[in-house]
């Protein structure tokens, strides 16, 4: 089925450990990046990218590493897992940027202990 | 920080009555979309109002926009129960080097509709 495809669902790492979750689309979309929601506080973007090989930062990135190597893959690396990036991630797609409704996957959910 | 903020944070009705949501936000805009959230799922595109209109429908919702309060609303009518979710409204904003836009999201307004 079309869509965002992120893995992996669940996750549990100590503090210090390091993960790529993984995030694929396979729409063509040019537009695509990274959400965080934590209870009360919305969605943030951590991470966007407008195309392969072009990737900027959003409002909360310290702590992440992204790459656009394709058009279909937007991978989201922690460095070195905090407490603190204990979260529900979102990988979301689009076509032209905001011009244009999100695609988000299912979320992966995060817990650094 | 949040640009969008809805209200009111939780709404609960019965089967067959209308809900609505409000949205404000605080500078221009590009355009203003809705998305609903179902528990533990990600996040699904419901309608998008460009800043240049003032009612959009889509089957039983209906957004408003009114650009010189800087407010939205999203009307759900004839509500069931599979509407029960979470209801956000997201504004795009120019990033810095003023090229490209993000969606901001508020914190939502949880949705109960009660059989």
């Known amino acids: 089925n079309a869509g965002v495809t992120q893995t992996p669902k669940f996750q549990v790492l100590k503090t210090g450990q390091s993960m790529t979750l993984q995030c694929a689309q396979d729409m063509n979309h040019e537009y695509m990046s990274w959400y965080r929601q934590d209870p009360g506080m919305g969605l943030r973007l951590i991470h966007y990218s407008v195309g392969a090989g072009i990737t900027d930062q959003g409002e909360v990135p310290n702590g992440y590493n992204v790459s656009r190597s394709t058009t279909e893959d937007f991978p989201l690396r922690l460095l070195s897992a905090a407490p603190s990036q204990t979260s529900v991630y979102f990988c979301?797609?689009?076509?032209?940027?905001?011009?244009?409704?999100?695609?988000f996957g299912s979320g992966t959910r995060l817990t650094v202990v | 920080s949040q640009q969008g903020e809805e209200d009111p944070q939780a709404l609960s009705i019965q089967e067959g009555e209308n809900a609505t949501m409000n949205c404000s936000y605080k500078t221009s805009i590009n355009n203003l979309q809705w998305y609903r959230q179902n528990s533990g799922r990600g996040l699904v595109h419901l309608i998008l109002?460009?800043?240049?209109?003032r009612e959009k429908h889509s089957g039983r919702l209906r957004v408003t926009l009114d650009t010189s309060k800087k407010s939205s609303s999203l009307l759900i009518t004839a509500s069931r129960a599979a509407d029960t979710a979470s209801y956000f409204c997201a504004t795009d904003a120019l990033l810095s080097g003023g090229s490209n836009y993000k969606l901001t999201f508020g914190k939502g307004t949880l949705l109960t509709v009660n059989p």
């Open positions: 109002i460009r800043s240049n209109e």
């Open positions: 979301a797609s689009s076509r032209f940027n905001a011009n244009y409704g999100y695609t």
